[in-house]
C-alpha cells in the first residue's frame, strides 16, 4: 500500500510568483485535505476536496486554489505569493469526505524571497 | 466550537523517564481527539486516536493516552522515554460539519530527550 506522496520536497519562489505543489493520495482514498504550517505552529487547514470537488475552506484568501483529479490525486495553486506564505505545505488524505482520520504526507518546504 | 490547547511548548525529559505531554480540548459535542508526532523536516504521522470506544486509548511506539472529560483533557504518556522519541508532537481535534472534515491542531510540544 503507498502512502500519500507530495512533490517537490523543496521549493523557492519570489514574491508575486505563482507555485503548484502536488499531492498523491494513498491507495483507496478518495479525499484530499491541505494544511499550511507555518513555522513553529500547528498545521492550518486550507481546503478539502472530495470527489474532484471543494467542500470545505478555511480562512485562506481566494489566491490559495486547489484541483483534484480523477485519479483522486491532487494540486495547491497559490497565486501573486507573499511572504508570509513561506511554509510547509500538507496534503493528507482519507478515505471518505468525513471520516474523521487523516493520513499525512511528508510535505513540501515553499521559501518566498 | 472544537479547539484544542497544549499546556507547555517544550519539554525535556531524561532517556528513561515518564513522558507527559499535556493536551486540553473544548467541544460541545463528544469529540474525535488525535496525537500526532512530526520527527524533524517529516511530514505528519498518526500516533493514536480517541473515537470513544474506550477511555484510555494504545498508539503506537508504546504511547497511550486518557480520555477524561471531567476534566476536558487528552493528555499523552509514555512509561520511559527513548532518545527515538524526541520530535514535535501535536495533539489535534476533529471538526465535521456536513460536507466536509477538518483537523484543528494545537501549537505542538517539542519533545527532547536527554542522554
Known amino acids: 500500500e503507498t502512502g500519500v506522496t507530495q512533490s517537490p520536497t523543496h521549493l523557492i519562489k519570489t514574491r508575486g510568483q505563482q507555485v503548484t505543489l502536488r499531492c498523491s493520495s494513498q491507495?483507496?482514498?478518495?479525499?484530499v485535505s491541505w494544511y499550511q504550517q507555518a513555522l513553529g505552529q500547528g498545521p492550518q487547514f486550507i481546503f478539502q476536496?472530495?470527489?474532484?470537488?471543494?467542500?470545505g475552506r478555511g480562512n485562506f484568501p481566494p489566491r490559495f486554489s486547489g484541483l483534484q483529479f480523477p485519479n483522486y490525486s491532487s494540486e495547491l495553486n497559490v497565486n501573486a505569493l507573499e511572504l508570509d506564505d513561506s511554509a510547509l505545505y500538507l496534503c493528507a488524505s482519507s478515505p471518505g469526505q468525513l471520516t474523521d482520520t487523516q493520513y499525512f504526507g511528508p510535505g513540501t518546504r515553499l521559501t518566498v524571497l | 466550537a472544537q479547539s484544542v490547547t497544549q499546556l507547555g511548548s517544550h519539554v525535556s525529559v531524561s532517556e528513561g523517564a515518564l513522558v507527559l505531554l499535556r493536551c486540553n480540548y473544548s467541544s460541545s459535542v463528544p469529540p474525535y481527539l488525535f496525537w500526532y508526532v512530526q520527527y524533524p523536516n517529516q511530514g505528519l504521522q498518526l500516533l493514536l486516536k480517541?473515537?470513544?470506544?474506550?477511555?484510555l486509548v494504545k498508539g503506537i511506539n508504546g504511547f497511550e493516552a486518557e480520555f477524561k472529560k471531567s476534566e476536558t483533557s487528552f493528555h499523552l504518556t509514555k512509561p520511559s522515554a527513548h532518545m527515538s522519541d524526541a520530535a514535535e508532537y501535536f495533539c489535534?481535534?476533529?471538526?465535521?460539519?456536513?460536507?466536509?472534515?477538518?483537523?484543528?491542531f494545537g501549537s505542538g510540544t517539542r519533545l527532547s530527550i536527554r542522554p
Open positions: 491507495s483507496g482514498h478518495n479525499t
Open positions: 480517541y473515537t470513544s470506544a474506550a477511555t
Open positions: 476536496y472530495y470527489r474532484e470537488e471543494e467542500n
Open positions: 489535534a481535534v476533529s471538526r465535521t460539519s456536513s460536507s466536509a472534515s477538518k483537523i484543528i
